[in-house]
Each structure stands twice: as structure tokens, then as C-alpha cells.
């Protein structure tokens, strides 16, 4: 193709994402001064020293703490003059969740033949079901080893290969498959297609009995003392068939008693391990049974995400929404560290959910609300696992396919005024070109984040939305502190992951600095609004591993309109 010919398509494919006369989406619509002038620091610093008093109880779900956070929260919106955002006419959607713990100390056994292996709770394996109901057992279960147990169409990988693996136990490797070629599964990037949590999901889809992970530090990406951490309570949603179309046993495996496993099976890991990084990879059947039961001592708790509405000035278009997410709930009264036992989680995310009030009065103050509605989710048990959130994904208050972005705050920037914004999973959807543009106009540039392996993308709230399809935006705080020396910022974050990161001591520190966190609720009001004003839907990014998932949902037709 000549140079000329290259432009000219440029330059229709530009008209064409323009839709014509409409103007380019991301083209400045100036935000009101006044809506701006409404973000400031005495406003955010009411709220965290609200929300993260000692009087809070440090915000666990199901307790006294709950009760209080909501109610301050429904309190503020109301005084907001916000719409109540559950079409109910309450602030309140309820989210029922279950605590699962796993009873006494069971035993896993593999079987060949006459031959045996036991293996030992802790030491060698953990697994739970998240099935709400007394026991779940694998019964002679085949074990199947399915390599990293991806389905990725669009980078043509099919581990299953169609084979049947329903009551099987699926034996699965943890991350992407590791190829030399950078554009396949996001290269040094982990995709959710690495992610434990899709290795059950595959489970499910799959109908097997049982999956186990082999753990390998490099791979996981933590040792397997963290996965020992999983033997105790864990919290679930309830959903309507109580978890029993998962996989009756989830769990994880040392890679020692894997490599005896596949022994017994006449297996070489290392030769599995290197035939599973190939698109010609098939399942390989072991011809050796598992065998383990686990009790469940049961509880439940209800507790609630609390949710306001800005309705759209538009009457055709106030029925498709941007939702701005925080997570409210913290850790509550735990185990003492330095007689202190309030985890009063003040960065995390006292910060971010007084982000989201501030936001919310911005919002209000505009002349005249954007042509779409606006959504203000402040969401439970992020911190048990992005519960709240997921609850509202699967059980949406307003349709997923007339969401068209969620945008996260979980934890806010307080060490001061930063050149930059740093964006987990940047380059994942066009919400990149809002806050490109608004950053732009603050002065700013947006950065990725330094541990992209580490995939932190899937570890808050905007989460569940990006699974369900919704483009979502994970900013965290920048790095870059203005009229501070390089690594200041890097060490500022440092010091609170060593000391403070889920400990009673985070707290609001005399040193913080909100001014910062100002400009980011800024940056995020300019790219809510004109997501809300722009001519079409942003966009997940050719590749992104939601963008047919999106597709798909935005095809489907929807409800009939009254
Ligand atoms: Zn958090």
C-alpha cells in the first residue's frame, strides 16, 4: 500500500469512528467550573475522617460498623439531592453472602491400580468447596491434566479440544501459557486467562468434579504459604442454586506432589509442562482417581452496596449510565497489632468511597446533568473478595449492555500533586483516550502500572465489570510528586504496603497531602461526563481479552421498551 493510499484509509476510518458530522467522542466538552470547583480537599477530608473513625468499627460487613457506614453513606447522597439509585426507590441493593470453613483436616487421595498416595491437608494441598451445603466429596474422580485450561479464541488456544472432562478433576498449570511471541496473552502481562480465579471458572463451565492448581512460585507469583491462607473462612455470595453448579472441590496442589502424581501416572512434568505451552496441546488423561470430602461450617450474612443515581438530561439516552465504583467496607475489628484492633482502613478505602461522595457532589452541582445518567455504586466485601461488585454484575440494577463504563476508586493519592496518573491495565480500552485527553489539559501524562505480571487489573472492583464486558478504568495514584525528589513517590507507596496495608494502622496520617487526589477526582469527573455526553460507547481495544464478551452482550436484544 503507497503512503497516500494509507492516509486516505486512515482518514476515513477516522470519519467513520467519528460517526460523520458527529464530533469525535473524546473531543474536550468543557466540565462546568462549577462542578470542578466542587472537588477540594476540606470536602474529601470530612468524609475519610468520617468514614474512617474508630467509631466506624473499621467497616466489616454484617457488623455494627456496616450499619453506621451505610447510613452515613445513604445520609450524604440523600443531602446530595441524588436519586435513589436502586430502581426501588432505596439507596440500598442487598447482597447475601455465605462464610464457608472448611472442618478438620481432610484427606486427598490419589489412586492406580492397587497403588495409593495420600496427601496432607496444608503441606501438600488446600482445597475448599464453595458449594453452600454440609460436604462435598470427589469420589474416584479421573484426573485429567488440561495444561493452563484456557479457552482464548482470539489467540486461537483451545486446551479442552472439545474432550468431555464432566466429573473429572481437572489438573491445571496457574498463569498464561508462556509464549516467546509478546502479542500472545499480553506478553509480560498476565490476562485473566491466567488468574486462578478463571481456573475454577473453567471448572464450572466444564461440569467437572474437581480442580486443582499446581502451585509454582515463579508462576503464581507468591509462595505457597499465601495459598495455605485459604484454609480458613471464606466468604461467597449466595446464589440462586447455592454454588453447586461449580466444581465441587476447588484447590491447589505443591508442585512436589504433583510431579509424584504424575509419576504414579507415568508422567513427566517438565515434558507435560513444555507440550502445554503449544497451541497443539491436548488433555492428557492420568488413568489415576481422586478422592476427598470436606465439611462446611456454614454462616451467613446479609449485607448491602449502597447506590445513588444522577439522572441523564436526555430523555432517550438517561436510560444508559457511566458508574463510578469504591468499595466501603474494610476489614472491621480484628486480631490487635499494638493493642490497636479498629482496622480503620483510611486509604483503603475511606479514601476512595469519600472520592466518591465528593465525585457525586460535583456531579450535582453541574448546570445541567449530562445526557446520560450517572451511577454512584458504593460497593461491600471487596476486601473477600470483590463480592459487592460481582453481586452487582450478575444482578445488575440497570442493564450491563446500557453501562457503557465503570470507572474505580480504591484508595485515593495522598502523598500530594503528581505529573502523573498511573493506569492499571492501560491500554486495555479507549477509556485510555478520556483520561489521556483530560490528564492532557491538567498537565499531566497517564503511565502504566510498573507490575503488569502481577495483574492487579483483576484484584478490584472495576473488575467484575470488565468480565461482564463493561470497559472499566483502574486508576491508582501517580508517582510522580511534583516538587519532590525522583523515587519519593515510589517510596511513599512502598512504606505504606511494609506498614500500613491492611493493618490497624492505616490511618489518616498528619503528613497527607489531599491536593493530589483533587486533580485525579477532577480528571475522572471530565471523563465521566463526556463518556456520558460523548456520540458512542467506548471501546475495549482489538485483543483485550473482554472485548468479545462485549460484543456479544451489545448484540443481544434487550427487554422490550415499555
Ligand atoms: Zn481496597
Known amino acids: 500500500m503507497t503512503a497516500s493510499s494509507a492516509l486516505r484509509l486512515l482518514a476515513l476510518a477516522l470519519l467513520a469512528s467519528c460517526g460523520g458530522a458527529e464530533s469525535n467522542s473524546t473531543a474536550p466538552a468543557r ?3 462549577r462542578a470542578l470547583a466542587a472537588i477540594d480537599t476540606a470536602t474529601l477530608m470530612s468524609h475519610i475522617r468520617v468514614l474512617a473513625a474508630d467509631s466506624l468499627e473499621g467497616r466489616g460487613p454484617g457488623t455494627r460498623g456496616e450499619e453506621r457506614t451505610v447510613r452515613y453513606l445513604e445520609s450524604q447522597f440523600k443531602a ?32 492406580k491400580g492397587g497403588k495409593q498416595q495420600t496427601l496432607r491437608w496444608r503441606d501438600d494441598f488446600v482445597a475448599w468447596t464453595k458449594h453452600v451445603a454440609p460436604e462435598a466429596s470427589l469420589d474416584r474422580s479421573e484426573i485429567v491434566f488440561v495444561g493452563y485450561g484456557v479457552e482464548a479464541p482470539e489467540f486461537n488456544w483451545d486446551d479442552y479440544k472439545g474432550l468431555d472432562v464432566s466429573g473429572k478433576t481437572l489438573l491445571m498449570l496457574v498463569n ?4 516467546a511471541d509478546s502479542t500472545q496473552f499480553g506478553g509480560k502481562a498476565m490476562t485473566y486467562y491466567g488468574r486462578w480465579t478463571y481456573k475454577y471458572e473453567q471448572g464450572m463451565k466444564h461440569h467437572a468434579a474437581g480442580v486443582l ?15 495455605q491462607g485459604k ?39 517438565a515434558a507435560l509442562k513444555a507440550r502445554a505451552a503449544t497451541r497443539e496441546f491436548k488433555p492428557v488423561p492420568l488413568d489415576v482417581s481422586a478422592s476427598l470430602t470436606i465439611r462446611n ?6 449485607s448491602r452496596n449502597v447506590v445513588a443515581k444522577l439522572e441523564g438530561s436526555d430523555a432517550k439516552l438517561k436510560d444508559e449510565y457511566v458508574v463510578y465504583t469504591a468499595h466501603w467496607d474494610h476489614f472491621g475489628i480484628g486480631t490487635p497489632v499494638q493493642g490497636d484492633s479498629i482496622y480503620n482502613g483510611a486509604l483503603d478505602n ?11 457532589k460535583a456531579f450535582a452541582a453541574l448546570p445541567k446533568p449530562p445526557r446520560r445518567s450517572i451511577l454512584f455504586l458504593s460497593v461491600t466485601a471487596e476486601e473477600q473478595g470483590l463480592l459487592g461488585s460481582q453481586y452487582y454484575s450478575v444482578a445488575p440494577l440497570y442493564p450491563l449492555a446500557k453501562t457503557l463504563a465503570a470507572i474505580n476508586m480504591d484508595g485515593l493519592d495522598v502523598a500530594g500533586k503528581t505529573k502523573d496518573l498511573v493506569v492499571v491495565g492501560l491500554g486495555a480500552s479507549e477509556l485510555d483516550d478520556y483520561a489521556r485527553a483530560a490528564a492532557a489539559e491538567q498537565g499531566r501524562v497517564l503511565v502504566p502500572d510498573a507490575e503488569p505480571e502481577k495483574g492487579f487489573y483483576y484484584r478490584s472492583d472495576h473488575f467484575n465489570f470488565a468480565k461482564q464486558g463493561v470497559p472499566a478504568f483502574d486508576p491508582e495514584s501517580g508517582v510522580d510528586v511534583l516538587g519532590k525528589p525522583a523515587g519519593y513517590g515510589m517510596q511513599k507507596r512502598e512504606e505504606y504496603t511494609a506498614n500500613d496495608y491492611h493493618k490497624p494502622s492505616d490511618q489518616i496520617k498528619p503528613d497527607w497531602d489531599l491536593s493530589g487526589a483533587v486533580d485525579d477526582l477532577r480528571l475522572f469527573l471530565t471523563m465521566g461526563y463526556r463518556v456520558a455526553e460523548a456520540a458512542r460507547f467506548p471501546e475495549w481495544r482489538p485483543g483485550n481479552e473482554f472485548r468479545a464478551t462485549r460484543e456479544a452482550q451489545l448484540k443481544q436484544p434487550g427487554p422490550p421498551s415499555p
Open 297 to 302: 461450617g456454614l454462616r451467613t450474612i446479609d
Open 350 to 360: 475511606a479514601s476512595g468511597t469519600a472520592g466518591l461522595l465528593t465525585l457525586a
Open 31 to 33: 466540565v462546568p467550573d
Open 176 to 179: 498464561d501459557p508462556p509464549l
Open 213 to 227: 492448581i499446581i502451585h509454582e512460585t515463579g508462576p503464581a507469583g507468591y509462595p505457597f504459604a499465601v495459598v
Open 80 to 111: 446530595i439531592g441524588l436519586k435513589p439509585g436502586n430502581p426501588d426507590g432505596s439507596y440500598i441493593q442487598r447482597v447475601p453472602l455465605v462464610g464457608i470453613t472448611p472442618q478438620g483436616s481432610p484427606v486427598l487421595q490419589f489412586a
Open 231 to 269: 484454609t480458613g473462612e471464606q466468604f461467597d455470595l449466595v446464589t440462586q442454586d447455592k454454588n453447586l453448579g461449580r466444581s465441587s472441590i476447588e484447590g491447589w496442589i505443591t508442585l512436589d506432589r504433583t510431579q509424584a502424581l504424575l509419576a504414579l501416572a507415568g508422567q513427566d512434568f
